[in-house]
């Protein structure tokens, strides 16, 4: 898993406080005839700091509200990930 989130953090190229509030529902992969082809995350929450609380929150810029295009050789990687080992995995 430490490897996994290394690559996915350097290939996105998500904020610390963007990958901390992601979920399942942000990411999409595409699937084809050979298996999963690609996919995407959706970025459109962060962690924020409030005083001395850190609270999710939208991101300061509209910019920052995006879709990242995700390899398919991680997309790959984070199916076999999800169905093998996440805890929501059969």
Known sequence: ??????LFMCYTGLRKT?????ELRD???TTGPTGVTGGSVR???TKARKG???VTDTPKSKRSNRTVP??????KK????LANTHEAAD
């Open 27 to 29: 990411l999409t992969l």
């Open 70 to 75: 995700l390899p398919p050789w991680l997309a």
């Open 52 to 54: 001395a609380q850190r």
């Open 78 to 81: 984070l199916a076999a990930y």
């Open 18 to 22: 963007e990958a901390q509030v992601l």
């Open 1 to 6: 898993m430490d490897e996994l989130l290394v």
């Open 43 to 45: 970025v459109q929450l």
